[in-house]
């Protein structure tokens, strides 16, 4: 069978084309460049906690770790009072306290993660990278997908599947005829990168309405630390397309830093400080200048991400990334998505339902992200007199803490997604299914977990291999491994995930949130929940690995939803209006299909 064609290699063609390659998946890496990646400490990324994960089992730990850069903390600040602190935890282990125990985000420069992508595929056997290669024409049929580029390696190549990753002016979506429409210049920042020292080592700071700065109206900026004292500073700029000269960089620049320096000089940044005080002395401590940019975000989604063998990832699918949220973050969660639906596909064949699942899960994924990221931006960035709880249900919270979830990967803006209603999800009605901490379709707790070779990892370590089959069993970690593998469930449990009819590894742990003793947990190879049951249940587990693979079940026989009311279309439960953010029919967070509805402002603003 013919390799999977990726066109692009960015981060997410590269991390793409890694990943099926861990499925034992051949591929051809279409770039249009010389393969030479340009330093430029301006353009840096935020890795969440679930896609650096994904990145270090792609290979690229060691430079996550050298090149990057964990955050101690969070500060939100507004003029001169502290609204918020959040602490993270030191060791990269999960935590659900909203004030502290999570995992920091991973910050550093993009050219360093793609590099370290890049390296790591050239010693793949299954992969290539084709240079200089400009995508011209795609054409498809029941067998395959044929691309024709041209370049110094100018040719026709022949894929079983074809994934477009080449960037916001896609040539894949392009030659496809498929609209991309959205809205333009949604926010603007000043970027400087230098190296210098401020008041908190190791935090990252987003200070709204500082005493002195020329953002306009509603003035913010942020710094995010980078190794070897660099930091990277972002200003909101004013709506319009004024020209951002070097002298105004510099500008605020010194205003910033000068500020920060005498704020922290008279210890009015601490919990409790009046927003008030005496403006600062103009002190500006010493820099080194060594970027600057101006980083323009737009919010556009493709309508479709798949005709018959050609698939949409990253920013040819999807722009975003105002309100703190992270572009390559959802990138790297389509390219995770796909590899293994597509590895499925390439060994086994597929169903329409698994192929279609990609489209279902993902693109309804990012357009709850923009969805609620268009309901916010009214609030943050207009002053509009809209009331906070119309955007996060269920309390009236500040402002600044709605930005500090965009930021931090936290709620509507930037928590990790859920498909509560993919069309893999497991049999309605399954026999023996246990309720636990995680709901079927939402991303896994990253627990302790020990593998049948006796390495004791993290769950996340395991993911991308295949099915996971994870059987909590109190006190086994205190046992010798060869007595617990043959002794109570595991003999049982071990013929029937033999018996699966996918590739499947069986993990134990100690505990999992809100499950008993002797729960088994069905694991997607991206670190979703199929399901829970109690106790081993061959014919269960068969069941829901059928339905991973799109199986013959059908969607007829899938849940339709999370348990909870049934809403109707337009309204909440009862006819109540739905959630801002949330498709009608949906619990706010999650995902359905249609994920566009007519009317909404952020996917019918504009045309391509």
């Known amino acids: 069978m013919e390799p999977v064609i990726v066109a692009g290699a960015g981060p997410v063609g590269l991390a793409l084309a890694l990943a099926l390659t861990r499925h034992g998946v051949p591929v051809v890496v279409l770039d249009e460049t010389d393969g030479q990646e340009e330093a430029r400490l301006a353009r840096t990324v935020v890795l969440r906690p679930d896609t650096a ?28 009072r502290l609204l918020e602190r959040v602490a993270f935890a030191d060791d990269g282990t999960d935590g659900t306290d909203r004030d502290g125990a999570g995992a920091s985000p991973v910050h550093l420069a993009q050219h360093a993660l793609t590099r370290a992508l890049r390296a790591a595929l050239a010693v793949e056997p299954l992969a290539r990278i084709a240079s200089d290669s400009r995508l011209a024409a795609v054409e498809q049929d029941g067998k395959g997908v044929s691309a024709q580029t041209r370049g110094d390696n100018g040719t026709w190549w022949r894929g079983s599947y074809l994934v477009g990753c080449d960037g916001p002016r896609s040539t894949v979506r392009k030659l496809l005829d498929i609209r991309f429409p959205g809205r333009t210049a949604v926010e603007r920042h000043a970027v400087a990168t230098l190296r210098t020292e401020l008041p908190w080592p190791g935090e990252a700071l987003l200070h709204r309405s500082p005493a002195r700065h020329g953002g306009g109206r509603v003035s913010e900026v942020s710094a995010r630390p980078l190794p070897g004292g660099v930091w990277r500073l972002d200003w909101l700029l004013p709506p319009g397309r004024e020209l951002v000269t070097p002298d105004a960089v510099v500008a605020r620049i010194r205003d910033s830093l000068a ?21 600062h002395t103009g002190l500006v401590p010493p820099y080194e200048l060594l970027d600057t940019g101006v980083h323009t975000v737009h919010h556009r989604l493709a309508r479709t991400w798949r005709q018959d063998r050609v698939f949409l990832a990253g920013d040819a699918a999807h722009l975003l990334g105002a309100l703190g949220t992270q572009a390559l973050d959802e990138g790297l ?23 279609d699942s990609y489209q279902a899960e993902r693109r309804g994924a990012v357009a709850a992200r923009l969805r609620a990221a268009d309901s916010a931006l009214p609030l943050l960035r207009d002053g509009g007199a809209v009331r906070w709880r119309t955007v996060l249900p269920g309390a009236a919270r500040g402002r600044s803490t709605l930005l500090t979830d965009g930021h931090l990967g936290r709620g509507p803006l930037g928590a990790a997604p859920s498909y509560l209603h993919t069309p893999l999800a497991a049999p309605v009605d399954l026999p ?14 990253d627990v302790p977990v020990t593998a049948s070779d006796g390495a004791s990892v993290g769950l996340r370590d395991r993911l991308g291999r295949g099915l996971l089959v994870v059987l909590v069993a109190p006190g086994t970690g205190v046992w010798d491994r060869r007595h617990w593998q043959s002794a109570g469930l595991m003999p049982r449990l071990s013929d029937a995930v033999g018996a699966l009819p996918m590739r499947a590894e069986i993990l134990v742990t100690e505990a999992y949130p809100g499950a008993a003793a002797h729960t088994v947990l069905v694991v997607r190879p991206d670190g979703h929940l199929v399901a829970a049951l109690s106790g081993v249940r061959p014919d269960e587990l068969a069941a829901c690995a059928d339905a991973v693979r799109g199986g013959a079940n059908g969607a007829e026989n899938r849940r339709p939803a999370a348990d909870g009311p049934t809403r109707e279309p337009g309204g909440g439960p009862d006819g109540a209006a739905a959630e801002p953010g949330t498709e009608p029919g949906t619990e706010p967070g999650t995902d359905a299909v249609p994920v566009d509805p007519p009317g909404n402002s952020v996917l019918h603003s504009e045309s391509d």
Do not use: I, Q, Y
């Open 53 to 80: 994960a994904f990145a270090a089992r792609l290979g690229c730990a060691d430079t996550l770790a050298s090149a990057g850069t964990r955050w101690s903390a969070w500060r939100t600040m507004r003029r001169r």
């Open 432 to 445: 023996g299914e246990a309720a636990v901490g995680t709901l079927p379709g939402a991303p896994v707790v």
């Open 333 to 355: 969660r389509d390219a995770e998505n796909l590899a293994w639906k597509l590895g499925l596909a390439w060994h086994h064949g597929a169903t329409e339902t698994l192929l």
């Open 259 to 279: 500020g920060w320096a005498t704020e922290a000089a008279d210890g009015s940044a601490d919990e409790g400080a009046t927003a008030g005080g005496r403006k």
